[in-house]
Structures are given as C-alpha cells and as structure tokens.
C-alpha cells in the first residue's frame, strides 16, 4: 500500500513562504517515477482545487491561483515531493493533501485529483492577514 506523509504545514503571515514535503513509500510492483504526486487543497466552504503537480515524465501543472508563486519538484532518490509556497495570501489557508496517482493524470488540470489514488493524511497551512 502506497503510503504518503506530508509535512512542513503551520502559520505564516501575508507575504511569507513555507515549503511542503510529501515523502512516498511502499510501491511494490511499480515506481516512484510511475507515479505523478500532486498537491491538493481544501479549504473551509470551498471546493477542493488542485493546485500542482508533478509526474515521472518531467510534466509539471500549477493552477492559475498559483502560478509564479508556487514551484513543485521531485526528488526521486528520496521518493519525496517538495512544494514551495512564496508570496502567500489567506487565500491560500486550507488543509494541504499530498497525492499520487498514474502519470497522465496530469492531464486532468486542475481536477487530476479526482483520477489520483492515493492520498496523505493532509496538512494544515493558515495564512494570517
């Protein structure tokens, strides 16, 4: 069973950045690299949004809510996915879930998260005013 744990959530004013970790383990038959890892994220009354993701074939999507603010990458020799976070607004507060799903599900945009399979247990990220 795939398992992901994210880390690297917490309180961070207006303007600040934090930096999300998602580590991945127990891939049996496949890889890593086999799998796209994403970033998605709900907040109270909202709906969820996918806002990145980065999968095994070097594909990368960023919501338009985070483009140019927010950088993903993957490091393969640790199973881990970082997600930088600069210039964040309260907008950007809600539980953050790392997932893991078959690479094209990149193509799904900003719903890949539906396609995904795997999920962590989230994180929480609150910007204050």
């Known amino acids: 069973e795939v398992r992901l744990v994210e880390s690297g959530g917490g309180l961070v004013q207006t303007g600040g950045s934090l930096r999300l970790s998602c580590v991945a383990s127990g891939f049996t038959w496949d890889k890593f690299d086999d799998h796209a890892i994403g970033w998605v994220r709900q907040a109270p009354g909202k709906e969820r949004e996918g806002v990145s993701c980065s999968n095994g074939n070097g594909k990368i999507f960023y919501s338009d809510s985070v483009k140019g603010r927010f950088t993903i990458w993957r490091d393969s020799s640790r199973n881990t996915v970082y997600l930088q976070m600069d210039n964040l607004t309260p907008e950007d507060s809600a539980v953050y879930f790392c997932?893991?799903?078959?690479?094209?599900?990149?193509?799904?945009?900003?719903?890949?998260?539906?396609?995904?399979?795997?999920w962590g247990k989230g994180i929480l990220v609150t910007v204050s005013p």
């Open positions: 997932t893991a799903g078959p690479n094209p599900a990149i193509v799904a945009g900003s719903t890949f998260g539906e396609v995904m399979h795997y």
